[in-house]
């Protein structure tokens, strides 16, 4: 039998059970749909993003820390175990992918994730697929968040640099300061020099007073001497006051302080007048240790905040072209690509269901 007669013997079979065939395309066609409902609606958020210093070619004054972030290098942060890490635990992923380990997580979100890059603009795009819509647009924000901050952490620009360099510096700059001026406040406490130079002043004034005073009382003593006795009772006293004038003198000059090794004025108000000089000499370089470091540290403190301000500047950000908005539709799954698929599947089985059907019901008749 010829090729177009077994065709046509086909047809009039065919004719003749189409209601056999409508009812397995039906049948058929109802099992696609049942399938197609049954596969979980599917939505994609997608967000594009610039990588940082794309456009420097254009832009010259962008620092060339921003040139070395590729769409290459992007896209790799963005795939990097880090990142998908972060996103598994912000939004408990293994618990909505229902598996136990971040190996699997990571390899679910990879499937669930789709990162590309268009080669002539270099602009990378991130969509995310999820059986929620809120989540889906949440994760694609996420990818960005934490790029951002990936890109951040990387950063190993010289303004970068240079403000590490500056707060270490401040820190021990800070800690000098703080060493000299508890040495100051020691010093100054233990041999009472406060202001070395109003000290001098008052000893001085102090001093010239009390040799006024042993002058007068010396010359009044020498006057009685001629009158009384040395056994008298007022050349008594007046030799007692001018040896008690003497004592406050020595007192007020007292010794050097390699004669008191550095042990400082005692029980005196004010120091004495030979260690003025020794101790005038340590005040003051503590002092300008003191003054030192704190115009240091002030220093160090302005050059920190604009070492900050710079490289917040330099700081390369990815700028985002189109946020992932919540979707509205669904993209998958095609239930009408599904059922039209099984109508056709269903129509091309018929051939091969006809001859065991035409068999069963020749021989029904023949009985």
Excluded at 72 to 86: F, G, H, K, N, Y
Aim: overall charge neutral.
């Amino acid at each position: 039998m010829s090729y177009g007669a077994r065709a046509v013997l086909q047809a009039r079979v065919s004719w003749e059970f189409r209601h056999f065939v409508a009812s397995v395309v039906f049948l058929g066609t109802l099992l696609f749909l049942l399938l197609g409902f049954l596969i979980p609606t599917s939505y994609e958020a997608t967000t594009t993003v610039v990588p940082p210093g794309q456009f420097s070619v254009e832009l010259p004054q962008i620092s060339e820390f921003e040139g070395k972030f590729s769409g290459a290098l992007v896209m790799a942060i963005l795939r990097s175990d880090t990142v998908q890490d972060e996103l598994i635990n912000r939004f408990d992923l293994r618990r909505i992918y229902r598996v136990n380990t971040y190996a699997e997580a990571r390899q679910k979100l990879s499937d669930h994730t789709t990162i590309q890059q268009n080669r002539k603009g270099g602009v990378v795009s991130i969509t995310v697929a999820d059986h929620d819509a809120q989540r889906a647009s949440a994760v694609a924000e996420a990818y960005v968040a934490v790029l951002n901050r990936s890109i951040v952490g990387l950063n190993t620009s010289s303004t970068h640099r240079e403000g590490l360099f500056l707060e270490e510096r401040l820190k021990v700059a800070r800690q000098e300061l703080d060493h000299s001026a508890q040495e100051l406040s020691e010093f100054s406490s233990k041999n009472a020099a406060v202001n070395i130079e109003a000290q001098v002043s008052a000893s001085m004034k102090a001093l010239a007073k009390v040799e006024r005073e042993v002058i007068a009382t010396q010359s009044e003593l020498h006057g009685l001497e001629q009158i009384y006795t040395s056994n008298h009772s007022r050349v008594r006293i007046l030799q007692a006051r001018s040896a008690q004038l003497r004592w406050r003198m020595a007192q007020m000059m007292g010794p050097s302080l390699t004669e008191l090794g550095m042990s400082g004025p005692g029980e005196q108000l004010l120091p004495a007048l030979r260690a003025l000089p020794l101790l005038n000499k340590k005040y003051e370089e503590l002092k300008r240790d003191v003054t030192s470091s704190e115009a240091l540290v002030e220093r160090l403190t302005q050059l920190s905040e604009l070492a900050r301000v710079e490289e917040v500047k330099d700081i390369p950000v990815v700028e985002v072209i189109d946020v992932a908005e919540r979707p509205e539709k669904s993209s998958g799954p095609p239930r009408l690509r599904i059922v039209v698929l099984g109508a056709i599947i269903s129509f091309f089985c018929v051939p091969f269901m006809l001859p065991p059907v035409t068999y069963l019901r020749g021989s029904e008749q023949s009985n």
